[in-house]
């Protein structure tokens, strides 16, 4: 692996047959998390091709020429030209080699796939899901000198990272961006020596021996497992909202209102998140239009105040959407009241949903005791049906979740384990 600078960019990345380059930053978790995956590569496909570090701030001129606009961006070229698509953010070991792959022939990929090497580690406890239930729970582990590892499918930070603001956190006085306290959260634990293998492929999890498999070939396993892997947003499972996801339709405000200025958007749902997303969008958009299935909103009643009075929110209730279409640039909602069957199609210019969530549990469903909704069952230790796993957070059955629930359920499942083990 060679780190190169732009005045060396000519010779070593265009005049060198296949390259790899990654334009890295300092204070990036992300780049952090690529780093071992880049240095392993480079071993396992270095007689193959070059892999180049380039530092992004050092060399912004030839960053901004070559459109790369965010760290690490990962580029992939062969002859001068780039040959497969570029990686950015949170990139897994499985996205690289997909990349890597498509610049050799099948049969030197094969020779490669038979030289990888599998790996085992061995820790006291393995944390599945680095949002606040997670990270709380390493945070504690960590402080009581409890060899623990993290291991995300994402980057670490959960639903808080994709939050626009959070207001109810104790301890801030002002309202706090939900990445920055994400972030403050993820670099405690990790600053206390909690290990951290985050975007990563979860291949397999074996609850009964405590054992993750990751990236196919490296084996964690470990005395205790803590599940903390919260939840997926609900679809509404009407035509033309899987073709959409990302071109008209969204389930993350933050990421995305700010390309709705000044314009139309529906939002489906009426509970605490599509109330208060609502809320948040209403800063960018000309008008929104909310379209849920009840009566009458299910949110909070501070919440539902705030957007009943918005002048730009108007609720259309009793509703559901029945199909998503587009025309043109404008997505038509077909919307059908439930109670008089009466069909209305809606034209916006985007559509959000926020329908609630289900638990992230698909890899050990079948082992544990779950509720009517498939949330996992704890007792008041946060252990589960299946001894030394514990579950926390929004994964598991309970009333209420919020950033301070998942939190106080890390620091129990933490506290649990650490007198068991001492
Ligand atoms: C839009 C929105 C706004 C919200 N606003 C607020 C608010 O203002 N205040 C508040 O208190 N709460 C808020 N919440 C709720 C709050 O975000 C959650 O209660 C909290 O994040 C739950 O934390 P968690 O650690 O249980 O799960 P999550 O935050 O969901 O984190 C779970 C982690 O597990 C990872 N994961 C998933 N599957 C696997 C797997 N198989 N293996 C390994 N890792 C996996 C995920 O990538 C993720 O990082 C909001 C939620 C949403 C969706």
Request: overall charge negative; charged content about 25%.
């Amino acid at each position: 692996m060679k780190e190169i600078n732009s005045s060396e960019f000519e010779k070593e990345v265009l005049q060198s047959g296949r390259v790899i380059l990654d334009f890295y930053s300092t204070e990036c978790p992300p780049c952090e998390a690529l780093a071992t995956k880049f240095e392993d590569l480079s071993h396992l496909y270095g007689n193959d091709m070059k892999f180049m570090k380039i530092y992004r701030q050092g060399n912004r001129e030839l960053a901004e020429k070559l459109g790369v606009k965010s760290s690490p961006t990962l580029l992939f070229y062969n002859d001068g030209q780039e040959v497969a698509p570029r990686l950015t953010g949170g990139i897994k070991r499985s996205e690289i080699i997909r990349n890597l792959d498509s610049m050799l022939t099948a049969g030197r990929v094969e020779e490669i796939r038979s030289q990888i090497k599998t790996s085992v580690s061995e820790f006291d406890v393995i944390i599945l899901g680095a949002g606040p239930g997670g990270l709380t729970a390493g945070l504690y582990l960590c402080q009581s000198k409890i060899n623990t590892v993290l291991i995300d499918i994402a980057l670490p930070g959960g639903h808080v990272s994709t939050t626009h603001e959070v207001s109810n956190y104790p301890g801030f006085i002002e309202p706090q961006a939900g990445y920055m306290l994400s972030h403050n959260m993820s670099e405690q634990t990790k600053l206390c020596g909690t290990i951290y293998k985050v975007a990563v492929d979860v291949t397999s999890v074996d609850l009964e021996k405590k054992e993750v498999v990751i990236d196919e070939y490296e084996t964690v396993r470990a005395k205790r497992i803590i599940i903390a892997t919260g939840t997926t947003p609900n679809l509404t499972g009407a035509p033309g909202e899987k073709e959409f996801k990302g071109r008209g339709i969204s389930y993350c405000a933050t990421c995305d209102a700010k390309y709705y200025n000044d314009k139309d958007v529906i939002v489906i749902g009426g509970g605490n998140s599509a109330v208060e997303e609502s809320e948040y969008i209403t800063r960018f958009v000309r008008k929104l239009t909310m379209v849920h299935q009840f009566d009458k909103l299910t949110a909070n009643k501070q919440a539902q105040d705030k957007v009943l009075s918005n002048p730009k929110i108007n609720i259309v209730f009793d509703t559901e959407p029945r199909t998503f279409i587009k025309e043109g640039d404008r997505i038509i909602t077909e919307v059908e009241n439930v109670k008089t069957g009466q069909r209305q199609k809606l034209s916006a210019d985007g559509v959000f949903i926020f329908i609630g969530m289900k638990p992230n549990i698909s890899l050990f469903r079948d082992k544990l005791e779950l509720d009517q909704w498939g949330y996992i069952k704890t007792n008041e230790d946060m252990l589960t049906s299946v001894p030394g796993v514990y579950a926390v957070g929004d994964v598991i059955s309970k009333k209420y979740r919020q950033i301070t629930t998942a939190v106080a359920d890390g620091t129990i499942a933490a506290m649990a384990i650490a007198k068991e083990m001492d």
